[in-house]
């Protein structure tokens, strides 16, 4: 049920982001466009900073810097040979097509910055577990009105594109759920802390990109979700 009503949300703040595209909030696109990075950018640092810093015997300090290296830098050149962003934007095109929405020049962007924001955050991975577990929904529907608020303002900046992130979210969040009993013994509370990390750096990539208009390729960095289980079920045991 919860990622449903994850879904249904998000498909519901693109309705309503729908109308206030269509008013008067399309005359201050640019300065919306501004204000929506600036969220984004503080989504992100805040979960990086949250992530990264200590604070032992009075004194602060970080810790997964090497995580966070080892992470990006291979799993961005493996998105890189996998060409995922092309597959994406296809994915989107493809999309477009469908939803005969062939005038939108924004609605690819606007799909996979969407999908990125909503899909790569710790709440999705531990939310569809518990869902997927105990049947207890609780944190996705939680989820649901964050996302749900956050579509609506990609899609009243951005156009209707950031709406249809809710299918790669209804499969990577119904995924989780499904394989729920076989994946939740190698998810330690250290692990889904480092995978809310660099989900946290994606993020704040979204928002480089939203604010200074840069070429990032994010899609092509996804495969660095798979760094902190690849360094703790592999390489922190031999360590």
């Known amino acids: 049920m919860g990622t449903i009503i994850n879904v249904c949300a998000v498909v519901l703040g693109g309705i309503l982001g729908k109308f206030l595209n269509a008013g008067a909030v399309k005359k201050y696109e640019d300065s919306l466009m501004h204000a929506l990075g600036l969220c984004t950018l503080f989504i992100g640092i805040g979960g990086v900073l949250s992530g990264m810093l ?3 015997d009075g004194v602060f300090g970080t810790r997964g810097t090497m995580m966070i290296i080892f992470s990006l830098v291979p799993g961005t050149l493996a998105g890189e040979l996998l060409h995922i962003e092309d ?4 994915l989107g095109e493809r999309i477009k097509k469908a939803a005969k929405a062939t005038n939108d020049t924004r609605f ?14 710790a709440m999705a991975v531990i939310g569809a577990l ?19 608020v956050i579509t609506l303002i990609f899609v ?10 809710a299918i790669p979210l209804g499969l990577y969040q119904g995924s989780i759920t499904l394989l ?15 995978l809310s990390l660099i989900g946290s750096v994606l993020i704040t990539g979204v928002a ?20 902190p289980v690849i360094y703790h079920l592999i390489i922190l045991p031999i360590l």
């Open 54 to 56: 200590t604070y032992t």
């Open 87 to 90: 597959h994406l934007t296809n």
């Open 108 to 121: 690819v962007d606007g799909f996979m910055a969407n999908t990125l924001v909503i899909c790569v955050g």
């Open 130 to 148: 518990e869902d997927g577990l105990t049947g207890d929904f609780s944190m996705l529907a939680a989820k649901a009105v964050l996302d749900c």
């Open 156 to 165: 009243s900046t951005m156009g209707i594109g950031a709406m249809f992130a």
């Open 180 to 194: 729920a009993h076989v994946i939740s013994p190698f998810l330690t509370e250290a692990l889904i802390a480092d």
């Open 208 to 227: 480089i990109n939203l604010i200074f208009h840069k070429g990032i390729r994010l899609a092509n960095m996804l495969p660095a979700i798979l760094g």
